[in-house]
C-alpha cells in the first residue's frame, strides 16, 4: 500500500525568502523623505506586493501543516486496518485447523467403526464356508470398491440368513459414514490450506503497510522541521518557538475533533435508550462457548466521562511583523444515523459485573510497556483485541479473538453508561462491524488502555472519540 504525503510547490520557498527584503523596503519607503534616493511608487507597491505574497506563502504553509496532520492520522488508520484484517485472517486461520483436527478425528472414528463392521462379516463368511454355504453375496458385498458398489452388489442380500443381513446393514451404513466424512475432513484441510495462505498474505500486507506509513511519516516529520524553518525567517522567530506553535495547533484541532465526535456520539445514544431489550446475537464461528446469562435491562449509571482536558498554551510569538495566520477549521462529523436491528442499542449480551470489569482494567493496565505485535493474544506482547480478550479471561469472561468478534459480541450501551472495563470500538463505518480496525478498554476519567500499533507499546492515554462506533461493548 502506498502511503504519500504532499509538499507545498516551490513558489512558497521563494515567496517566503523575500518576506524579509520586503520588509525592510517597504520600511525604508515610510522614512524615505530624507533620503534623496527615496524608491519611487512603483518600488514601493512592488514591495507592498511582494509582502502580501509572502503573507499567502506564509498561509500556505500552515494550510499544509494542517493537511499533514489528517494525512498522519490516516496513515495509523491504514497500519491498524492491516493489523485487524491479519488478526482476522490469523483468527480464520486457527478456526480452520480446528474444524480439519475434529473431521479428521471423526473420519478416523467412522474408518474404526467400518473396519469393525468388515470384520464382523469375515467372521460370517467363514461360518458359513465350515457349513457348507455359498459365499457369493457376502464375498460381493467384502469385494465392493466403495459405498455405490456395496448397493449394487448386495441385492440378492434376502437369500442371506439374518445375522449376515444386519452384518451387512451395519457395513454399509458404516462404508457411507466413512466415505462422508472423509469427504468433509479433505474438504477442512483445503479449507486450512486456504485460509493459511490468507493469513500469510495478510501479515505481509499488514508489514508492507507499515513500512509504507514508516515511510511516509519519516519524509512528513523532514517537511514539516522544513516548513517550520520557514515560518520562522518568515515571521523572525526560533524554530523552537514555531514547532511549539504548531505543536498547538494540532492538538487544539484534535480536541476540536474529538468534542464534536464525543458530542455526536452522545447524542446519538441517549442513556434512556438502554432499556431496549437485549436481542440474540449471531454468533460468530470464532467466538468461544458462553453462557447464555441475559443482560439486565439497563445498565447502572456511571459518571460521565470527563470532557477533554484543555491543552497547555503554547509559547506566544513575537510581536515582529508577522501575518496573520489562517483560521484553520475543523470539519464536523458526518452524522450518522445509529443502527438498529442485529447490532443497534442493547443488542449482544454481557456477562460480567462491575467488579469483573475493574478487574480486566487492572490486569489490563499492568501490560502496560508491552510491544505492539501483529496477531498476538500475549504474554509477552500483545495486538488491540488480544489484550482485550486475555484482560476480560483473566476477569473470567470469555471474549472473541478479534476487535470485530468482540464487537458482535458485547451488549451494546451508550457512552453514558460507561464503567471502567467497557470497550470502545473504532471504524472505517459506523454502521458496520466488519469495518472495526481498533478497540480499546474504558478505565474512566476519560481515559482507555490500549495496544495502539506496531512501534507504540501499550498504553493508558486519553479517549479518542474520532472514528468510534456508535455505541460502546460491555463484556
Known amino acids: 500500500m502506498a502511503l504519500r504525503l504532499g509538499t507545498v510547490n516551490g513558489r512558497t520557498r521563494a515567496a517566503v525568502a523575500t518576506l524579509a527584503a520586503a520588509v525592510l ?42 493537511q499533514q496532520s489528517v494525512e498522519r492520522d490516516a496513515a495509523v488508520v491504514a497500519v491498524q486496518a492491516a493489523g485487524e484484517k491479519y488478526t482476522q485472517a490469523e483468527s480464520d486461520r486457527a478456526a480452520a485447523a480446528d474444524a480439519a483436527t475434529e473431521a479428521a478425528t471423526r473420519a478416523a472414528a467412522a474408518d474404526a467403526q467400518a473396519e469393525t463392521a468388515r470384520r464382523s462379516l469375515v467372521a460370517i463368511a467363514r461360518q458359513t464356508a465350515r457349513s457348507g454355504g455359498s459365499m457369493d453375496t457376502i464375498e460381493a458385498v467384502l469385494s465392493a470398491d466403495g459405498f455405490r458398489q456395496v448397493v449394487d452388489r448386495s441385492t440378492t442380500l434376502a437369500r442371506v440368513g439374518t445375522k449376515a443381513d444386519e452384518a451387512v446393514q451395519r457395513y454399509r451404513a458404516a462404508q457411507l459414514v466413512a466415505t462422508t466424512l472423509q469427504a468433509r475432513a479433505d474438504s477442512a484441510v483445503a479449507a486450512q490450506a486456504t485460509a493459511s495462505a490468507a493469513a500469510k498474505d495478510a501479515l505481509a500486507a499488514a508489514e508492507a503497510t507499515q513500512a509504507a506509513s514508516d515511510a511516509a511519516l519519516a519524509a512528513a516529520a523532514a517537511e514539516r522541521d522544513d516548513l517550520i524553518g520557514q515560518l520562522a525567517a518568515a515571521r523572525s522567530t526560533s524554530a523552537e518557538v514555531e514547532r511549539a506553535r504548531q505543536d498547538q495547533l494540532d492538538a487544539d484541532r484534535q480536541a476540536r475533533a474529538d468534542a464534536a465526535a464525543e458530542a455526536l456520539r452522545r447524542a446519538a445514544a441517549p442513556a434512556a435508550a438502554v432499556t431496549t431489550v437485549a436481542a440474540a446475537v449471531p454468533s460468530a464461528a470464532t467466538s468461544p462457548t458462553t453462557t447464555t446469562t441475559q443482560p439486565p435491562a439497563a445498565a447502572a449509571p456511571a459518571a460521565a466521562p470527563a470532557a477533554p482536558a484543555p491543552a497547555v498554551s503554547a509559547p506566544a510569538a513575537p510581536v515582529a511583523s508577522a501575518p496573520t495566520s489562517p483560521a484553520t477549521t475543523t470539519p464536523a462529523p458526518t452524522p450518522t444515523t445509529a443502527p438498529t436491528g442485529a447490532y443497534g442499542l442493547g443488542t449482544g449480551r454481557s456477562r460480567g459485573s462491575a467488579d469483573q470489569g475493574a478487574a480486566a482494567v487492572a490486569w489490563a493496565s499492568a501490560q502496560v510497556g508491552l510491544p505492539y505485535v501483529y496477531g498476538s493474544a500475549g504474554f509477552e506482547s500483545f495486538d488491540c483485541s488480544g489484550l482485550t480478550m486475555r484482560s476480560w479471561q ?29 470497550l470502545v470500538f473504532y471504524s472505517t463505518d459506523p454502521n458496520d462491524p466488519d469495518a472495526i480496525y481498533h ?20 498504553r493508558i492515554t486519553s479517549m479518542r472519540w474520532a472514528a468510534t462506533m456508535p455505541f460502546a461493548g460491555r463484556a
Open 25 to 66: 523596503l517597504v520600511g525604508s519607503a515610510t522614512t524615505g523623505s530624507a533620503d534623496p534616493t527615496a524608491p519611487s511608487d512603483r518600488d514601493v507597491r512592488a514591495a507592498q506586493q511582494a509582502v502580501t505574497a509572502a503573507q499567502m506563502s506564509v498561509a500556505e504553509i500552515e494550510v499544509r501543516l494542517a
Open 394 to 422: 483473566a476477569a473470567g469472561v470469555n471474549l472473541g479473538r478479534t476487535s470485530r468478534d468482540q464487537y458482535k459480541q458485547v451488549l451494546k450501551i451508550s457512552y453514558d453508561d460507561m464503567r471502567p472495563g467497557d
Open 439 to 458: 478497540v480499546a478498554m474504558w478505565i474512566g476519567g476519560n481515559q482507555v488502555v490500549e495496544a495502539p500499533r506496531p512501534g507504540v507499546p501499550v
